[in-house]
Protein backbone atom coordinates (compact mmCIF):
# COMPACT_ATOMS: atom_id res chain seq x y z
CA UNK A 1 0.00 0.00 0.00
CA UNK A 2 1.27 3.61 -0.99
CA UNK A 3 2.00 5.79 2.01
CA UNK A 4 -0.44 8.56 1.81
CA UNK A 5 1.74 11.25 3.14
CA UNK A 6 5.12 10.90 2.28
CA UNK A 7 7.75 12.78 4.38
CA UNK A 8 10.29 14.62 1.99
CA UNK A 9 13.57 16.07 3.06
CA UNK A 10 16.19 18.15 2.08
CA UNK A 11 20.46 17.01 1.08
CA UNK A 12 22.84 19.35 1.94
CA UNK A 13 24.21 19.59 -1.50
CA UNK A 14 21.08 21.51 -2.65
CA UNK A 15 22.18 24.36 0.07
CA UNK A 16 25.81 23.95 -0.08
CA UNK A 17 26.63 27.62 0.89
CA UNK A 18 24.34 27.69 4.42
CA UNK A 19 25.44 27.22 7.32
CA UNK A 20 23.75 24.27 9.79
CA UNK A 21 21.01 26.75 11.56
CA UNK A 22 20.24 28.31 7.95
CA UNK A 23 19.86 24.67 6.68
CA UNK A 24 17.59 23.57 9.16
CA UNK A 25 15.55 27.07 8.75
CA UNK A 26 15.26 26.86 5.00
CA UNK A 27 14.08 23.25 4.99
CA UNK A 28 11.28 24.09 7.48
CA UNK A 29 9.73 27.10 5.95
CA UNK A 30 9.36 24.53 2.85
CA UNK A 31 7.54 22.38 4.79
CA UNK A 32 10.33 19.78 4.77
CA UNK A 33 10.28 17.28 7.54
CA UNK A 34 14.16 16.29 7.59
CA UNK A 35 17.22 16.99 6.81
CA UNK A 36 20.58 15.39 5.82
CA UNK A 37 23.66 16.89 6.70
CA UNK A 38 27.58 16.13 5.83
CA UNK A 39 31.26 15.75 7.61
CA UNK A 40 33.38 16.83 4.56
CA UNK A 41 35.34 19.50 4.00
CA UNK A 42 33.06 23.07 2.99
CA UNK A 43 30.18 21.42 3.55
CA UNK A 44 27.37 21.92 6.59
CA UNK A 45 28.40 21.34 10.14
CA UNK A 46 30.99 18.70 11.09
CA UNK A 47 33.00 19.93 8.98
CA UNK A 48 32.24 23.67 9.82
CA UNK A 49 33.03 22.81 13.70
CA UNK A 50 29.52 22.52 14.95
CA UNK A 51 29.59 20.68 18.43
CA UNK A 52 27.18 17.92 17.84
CA UNK A 53 25.16 19.40 20.84
CA UNK A 54 24.56 22.77 19.19
CA UNK A 55 23.57 21.05 15.76
CA UNK A 56 20.60 18.94 17.59
CA UNK A 57 19.61 21.72 19.66
CA UNK A 58 19.25 23.74 16.34
CA UNK A 59 17.22 21.09 14.54
CA UNK A 60 15.01 20.43 17.77
CA UNK A 61 14.86 24.59 17.99
CA UNK A 62 13.81 24.51 13.99
CA UNK A 63 11.56 21.66 14.49
CA UNK A 64 13.42 19.33 11.86
CA UNK A 65 14.85 15.68 12.27
CA UNK A 66 18.25 14.95 10.88
CA UNK A 67 18.40 11.66 8.85
CA UNK A 68 21.69 11.29 8.40
CA UNK A 69 25.36 12.53 8.70
CA UNK A 70 27.10 11.77 5.45
CA UNK A 71 29.39 10.19 4.97
CA UNK A 72 31.93 7.44 5.91
CA UNK A 73 33.63 7.14 2.62
CA UNK A 74 35.29 3.72 1.29
CA UNK A 75 33.48 2.02 4.23
CA UNK A 76 34.07 -1.46 1.90
CA UNK A 77 37.94 -0.76 2.31
CA UNK A 78 38.01 -1.90 6.03
CA UNK A 79 41.08 -0.72 8.01
CA UNK A 80 42.03 0.26 11.27
CA UNK A 81 42.14 3.67 10.90
CA UNK A 82 38.53 3.01 8.96
CA UNK A 83 36.86 1.51 12.29
CA UNK A 84 38.87 4.63 14.03
CA UNK A 85 36.78 7.14 11.63
CA UNK A 86 33.53 5.27 11.64
CA UNK A 87 33.60 5.47 15.21
CA UNK A 88 34.12 9.27 15.30
CA UNK A 89 31.63 9.35 13.00
CA UNK A 90 28.91 6.89 14.62
CA UNK A 91 29.59 9.40 17.79
CA UNK A 92 29.06 12.64 16.43
CA UNK A 93 25.86 11.09 14.32
CA UNK A 94 24.27 9.89 17.31
CA UNK A 95 25.19 12.87 19.65
CA UNK A 96 23.67 15.18 17.10
CA UNK A 97 20.25 13.22 16.81
CA UNK A 98 21.08 11.46 13.74
CA UNK A 99 19.23 8.34 13.00
CA UNK A 100 21.52 7.04 10.73
CA UNK A 101 25.09 6.98 8.66
CA UNK A 102 25.46 7.07 5.30
CA UNK A 103 28.55 4.76 4.13
CA UNK A 104 30.02 5.48 0.76
CA UNK A 105 32.32 2.71 -1.01
CA UNK A 106 35.34 3.06 -2.72
CA UNK A 107 34.89 4.71 -5.87
CA UNK A 108 38.69 5.14 -7.40
CA UNK A 109 38.39 2.01 -10.42
CA UNK A 110 41.12 -0.07 -8.80
CA UNK A 111 39.40 -2.90 -6.62
CA UNK A 112 40.12 -6.74 -6.71
CA UNK A 113 38.18 -9.36 -8.46
CA UNK A 114 34.80 -9.84 -7.70
CA UNK A 115 35.43 -12.57 -4.82
CA UNK A 116 37.71 -10.52 -3.01
CA UNK A 117 35.69 -7.27 -3.38
CA UNK A 118 32.25 -9.18 -2.10
CA UNK A 119 34.25 -10.90 0.85
CA UNK A 120 35.88 -7.10 1.88
CA UNK A 121 32.19 -5.96 1.93
CA UNK A 122 30.67 -8.48 4.25
CA UNK A 123 33.84 -8.10 6.20
CA UNK A 124 33.12 -3.89 6.41
CA UNK A 125 29.18 -4.74 6.97
CA UNK A 126 29.58 -7.15 10.13
CA UNK A 127 32.65 -4.76 12.03
CA UNK A 128 30.42 -1.86 11.46
CA UNK A 129 27.42 -3.89 13.18
CA UNK A 130 28.33 -3.48 16.25
CA UNK A 131 29.29 0.16 15.79
CA UNK A 132 25.78 1.30 14.59
CA UNK A 133 24.00 -0.96 17.04
CA UNK A 134 25.81 0.83 19.95
CA UNK A 135 24.62 3.79 19.18
CA UNK A 136 21.11 3.57 18.07
CA UNK A 137 22.15 3.96 14.79
CA UNK A 138 21.10 2.90 11.17
CA UNK A 139 23.88 2.06 8.53
CA UNK A 140 22.33 3.84 5.55
CA UNK A 141 24.67 2.40 1.98
CA UNK A 142 24.43 4.22 -1.23
CA UNK A 143 26.13 1.72 -3.94
CA UNK A 144 27.25 4.37 -6.83
CA UNK A 145 26.34 3.78 -10.40
CA UNK A 146 29.64 5.14 -11.58
CA UNK A 147 31.68 2.06 -13.60
CA UNK A 148 34.41 3.22 -10.98
CA UNK A 149 32.71 2.66 -8.10
CA UNK A 150 33.42 -1.42 -6.09
CA UNK A 151 30.03 -1.53 -5.08
CA UNK A 152 26.95 -0.08 -8.09
CA UNK A 153 24.51 -2.68 -6.94
CA UNK A 154 21.85 -2.56 -4.29
CA UNK A 155 21.26 -6.31 -5.03
CA UNK A 156 24.65 -6.97 -4.39
CA UNK A 157 24.55 -4.96 -1.19
CA UNK A 158 21.20 -6.30 -0.19
CA UNK A 159 22.50 -10.41 -0.60
CA UNK A 160 25.60 -9.16 1.73
CA UNK A 161 23.41 -7.51 4.17
CA UNK A 162 21.35 -10.68 4.51
CA UNK A 163 24.42 -12.75 4.55
CA UNK A 164 25.53 -10.88 7.95
CA UNK A 165 22.62 -10.83 9.58
CA UNK A 166 22.51 -7.04 8.98
CA UNK A 167 18.46 -6.43 7.98
CA UNK A 168 18.10 -4.54 11.83
CA UNK A 169 20.87 -2.61 11.18
CA UNK A 170 21.60 -2.02 7.43
CA UNK A 171 19.54 -0.17 4.74
CA UNK A 172 19.89 1.06 1.19
CA UNK A 173 19.51 4.25 -0.42
CA UNK A 174 18.19 4.40 -3.70
CA UNK A 175 19.40 7.38 -5.77
CA UNK A 176 17.40 7.69 -9.34
CA UNK A 177 20.57 9.14 -10.39
CA UNK A 178 22.77 5.83 -9.65
CA UNK A 179 20.15 3.64 -10.12
CA UNK A 180 19.97 4.80 -13.96
CA UNK A 181 23.86 4.86 -14.08
CA UNK A 182 24.26 1.35 -12.45
CA UNK A 183 21.34 0.04 -15.50
CA UNK A 184 19.83 -1.66 -12.28
CA UNK A 185 16.41 -3.20 -12.43
CA UNK A 186 16.55 -4.12 -8.36
CA UNK A 187 14.21 -2.55 -6.39
CA UNK A 188 13.97 -3.24 -2.67
CA UNK A 189 11.18 -1.26 -0.56
CA UNK A 190 11.02 -3.30 2.34
CA UNK A 191 14.99 -2.76 2.60
CA UNK A 192 15.26 0.73 1.43
CA UNK A 193 15.95 3.12 4.31
CA UNK A 194 16.23 6.22 2.09
CA UNK A 195 15.40 7.86 -1.75
CA UNK A 196 17.28 10.25 -2.95
CA UNK A 197 15.46 11.67 -5.71
CA UNK A 198 18.38 13.06 -7.74
CA UNK A 199 19.58 14.34 -11.65
CA UNK A 200 19.03 12.00 -14.38
CA UNK A 201 18.79 13.86 -17.24
CA UNK A 202 19.89 17.11 -16.29
CA UNK A 203 22.48 17.73 -13.21
CA UNK A 204 21.11 21.45 -12.70
CA UNK A 205 17.03 21.88 -13.67
CA UNK A 206 16.77 18.50 -12.61
CA UNK A 207 14.18 19.82 -10.12
CA UNK A 208 11.73 21.79 -12.09
CA UNK A 209 8.23 19.72 -12.83
CA UNK A 210 9.58 19.01 -16.50
CA UNK A 211 12.69 17.20 -14.94
CA UNK A 212 11.72 15.58 -11.49
CA UNK A 213 9.10 13.49 -12.89
CA UNK A 214 8.34 14.23 -16.34
CA UNK A 215 11.49 13.44 -19.48
CA UNK A 216 13.55 11.31 -16.87
CA UNK A 217 13.25 7.50 -15.14
CA UNK A 218 12.86 9.69 -11.30
CA UNK A 219 8.54 8.98 -12.34
CA UNK A 220 8.83 5.41 -13.02
CA UNK A 221 11.44 4.41 -10.05
CA UNK A 222 9.35 5.83 -7.24
CA UNK A 223 6.26 5.22 -8.59
CA UNK A 224 7.81 1.08 -8.28
CA UNK A 225 8.96 1.93 -4.75
CA UNK A 226 5.79 2.95 -3.91
CA UNK A 227 3.97 0.34 -5.10
CA UNK A 228 6.24 -1.73 -3.46
CA UNK A 229 5.55 -0.19 -0.16
CA UNK A 230 8.13 1.82 0.57
CA UNK A 231 7.35 4.42 3.73
CA UNK A 232 10.44 6.63 4.28
CA UNK A 233 11.80 9.50 3.29
CA UNK A 234 12.16 11.10 -0.18
CA UNK A 235 15.19 13.16 0.03
CA UNK A 236 15.65 16.43 -2.88
CA UNK A 237 19.61 15.75 -3.53
CA UNK A 238 20.47 17.72 -6.32
CA UNK A 239 23.69 18.59 -7.55
CA UNK A 240 24.20 22.18 -7.23
CA UNK A 241 27.44 24.28 -6.90
CA UNK A 242 27.29 26.98 -4.64
CA UNK A 243 28.32 29.32 -7.27
CA UNK A 244 25.83 28.87 -9.58
CA UNK A 245 22.80 28.17 -6.68
CA UNK A 246 18.75 28.05 -8.98
CA UNK A 247 17.57 31.13 -8.98
CA UNK A 248 14.01 29.96 -6.94
CA UNK A 249 14.72 26.55 -5.32
CA UNK A 250 11.91 27.41 -2.64
CA UNK A 251 10.33 27.50 -5.97
CA UNK A 252 11.14 24.57 -7.81
CA UNK A 253 10.43 22.25 -4.47
CA UNK A 254 7.70 23.28 -4.24
CA UNK A 255 6.46 22.73 -7.62
CA UNK A 256 8.00 19.12 -7.75
CA UNK A 257 6.38 18.42 -4.22
CA UNK A 258 2.80 18.96 -5.79
CA UNK A 259 3.98 17.04 -8.90
CA UNK A 260 5.20 14.30 -7.16
CA UNK A 261 1.40 14.63 -4.74
CA UNK A 262 -0.70 14.67 -8.18
CA UNK A 263 1.39 12.86 -10.43
CA UNK A 264 2.35 9.64 -8.70
CA UNK A 265 0.36 9.53 -4.99
CA UNK A 266 -3.46 10.00 -6.95
CA UNK A 267 -2.23 7.66 -9.91
CA UNK A 268 -4.29 4.10 -8.82
CA UNK A 269 -1.64 1.31 -9.60
CA UNK A 270 -2.27 -1.08 -12.44
Known sequence: MRQA????????????????????AFARDQGLTDVQIRGQPGSNAMARGEPAADVRSAAADTGVGIISVNALQRFNEWTPAR?????????????CGATALMLVPVNGGSWPANVERRGDLRVALKALKPILQSRGLIGLIEPLG????????????????????GQSVFRLVHDTFHHTL???AFFSSELTGLVH???VNDPIHWIYPDRVLVGSDNGSQIRALLDGGYGGPFSFAPFVDAAHPLDDLAGAIAASIALFRHGLLTRVPA
Open 5 to 24: SPRFALDYMATPGLDVRALF
Open 83 to 95: RAEASKLADYAAA
Open 146 to 165: FRTCSLRSKNEAAKAIAAID
Open 182 to 184: AGE
Open 197 to 199: ISS
